[in-house]
């Protein structure tokens, strides 16, 4: 599609990674049927699919490494996508604090079903903002909780842990890396033509 970046590199990305996922069960079969006694046939995966898989291995990280490199993050949209989803998200904090404050988790969660749906509807079918939270505002039942609802809706309550394990990956990537700066900054990329 026209309005892509990179189209065709992020495709052969999930075809190659498709095809690397799926040469395990070559191994699983080969050695299911072998009973981990080493017999003959297991020669081709040894020649072929053991080989392959490193290429493939290589040839995704070079691909990835392509597309990402010079990645640009548009931080409005991001904050477009997180407004129209985080209202539904926030749901169950909102049936929570209700029933914190004494509220029936069945009705609070039957309440919030029919808003979430109407809201829904008016997204689907009318292309207009999400309105839940506004919903949510002019009905009575959530009045105890009307002014806890901003506070709800901080995106970081529902990204849990995310952001600390991605910055320990990264902490490990770049020490684990780091060994290898010289020839990283050298590496010419292997150009496969599928």
């Not at 309550?157 to 394990?165: D, E, F, K, P």
């Amino acid at each position: 599609m026209a309005f892509k970046r990179n189209p065709m590199r992020s495709e052969r990305i999930t075809s190659l990674g498709r095809e690397l996922m799926n040469k395990n069960a070559n191994f699983a079969q080969t050695f299911a049927g072998q009973w981990f006694e080493r017999t003959l046939d297991d020669s081709a995966i040894r020649r072929v699919d053991l080989p392959e898989s490193f290429l493939l291995a290589d040839a995704l990280c070079a691909s990835l490494d392509n597309v990402t490199n010079g990645l640009v993050v548009y931080p409005q949209m991001i904050r477009a996508h997180l407004d129209a989803q985080l209202p539904f998200m926030a749901t169950e904090n909102i049936i929570m604090r209700l029933v914190s404050k004494g509220g029936s988790r069945q009705e609070a969660h039957e309440q919030i079903r029919v808003l979430s749906r109407q809201a829904g509807l008016v997204v689907k079918n009318e292309g207009k903002p999400n309105d839940l939270i506004e919903r949510i505002r002019n009905t009575e039942y959530f009045s105890s909780i009307h002014a806890d609802l901003d506070a709800m809706l901080d995106p970081s309550l529902y990204t849990g842990r995310s952001a600390v394990i991605t910055e320990r990956m990264c902490a490990v990537a770049e020490e684990r890396l780091a060994r290898y700066s010289d020839y990283l900054g050298k590496a010419e990329t292997v150009q496969l033509s599928l």
